[in-house]
């Protein structure tokens, strides 16, 4: 039986493994298809693809009282870049060095422009074997392309491999966290790996379908799984 892989974390400096109820019961870890969710029971679920995409999602009843990073949440994206002074400010490279911490020993620093990629390659990687698959009208991903913003996710797809000369690692990353997005919203993404050589990440003869949970409100919770041999099966445990 194929089995998620042991993943150690480190919780208050103590190692612990996934799936794991903090606070008691409060606070849940646990794996998703693609990484790992952290659900806490005020609504609060963040999610992580163990490389470099993070996502945050809160319920309505936080609307218009956030800030930072998350913005102020009041529905309108043109004011979220306010700096810790109040000022708003231009562009997110700004926004995010205004928020860094004086005594952070993290080294976040703008790394330049990035390079221009010859038209040939980017030609190659607008099509349906790259980035251009995002796009696709009749592709896998064709229930997501307005809510999760394909163009946008297009463009920085084919920015990402002109800077590493087409790494095949990054483009299934950036589709991955396509997917991701998606996902969370409960729509369905039809099989890609395939179509981009991306291999497989679940057992084999396993669909990519995904397996919405019970909605709960204000934030559905979203459980990923898997369908072997016509028996669903969600990465809590439980059957569907």
């Known amino acids: 039986m194929w089995t998620w892989p042991r993943v150690c974390l480190q919780v208050n400096r103590t190692q612990a493994h996934l799936p794991l109820r903090l606070a008691g019961g409060q606070v849940h870890v646990y794996f998703s298809d693609s990484g790992a969710m952290l659900e806490t029971d005020a609504g609060l679920l963040v999610s992580y693809d163990w490389s470099h995409h993070v996502s945050i999602m809160v319920p309505e009843s936080y609307a218009g009282t956030l800030c930072s990073l998350c913005g102020d949440f009041n529905g309108d994206p043109h004011d979220d870049f306010h700096a810790p002074d109040g000022s708003l400010l231009p562009d997110p490279e700004v926004f995010a060095l205004s928020l860094k911490g004086l005594d952070s020993p993290a080294s976040c620093s703008t790394v330049g422009t990035a390079p221009l990629c010859p038209h040939d390659r980017e030609g190659r990687y607008q099509s349906l074997a790259f980035c251009g698959l995002l796009g696709a009208h009749d592709g896998p991903f064709q229930a997501c392309d307005e809510l999760a913003q394909a163009q ?49 990440w679940h057992p084999l003869h396993a669909s990519q379908h995904i397996l919405p949970a019970r909605s709960r409100k204000p934030v559905p919770p979203i459980l990923w799984g898997c369908i072997i041999n016509d028996l669903r099966v969600a990465t809590s445990g439980l059957a569907q």
Request: proline share 2%; aromatic share 4%.
């Open 152 to 200: 946008v996710h297009m463009e920085n797809c084919i920015r990402d491999l002109c800077a590493t000369r087409g790494s095949r690692q990054i483009l299934c990353e950036a589709l991955g966290s396509y997917v991701q997005q998606c996902q969370q919203h409960g729509l369905l993404v039809r099989p890609w790996r395939h179509l981009v050589d991306c291999g497989e």
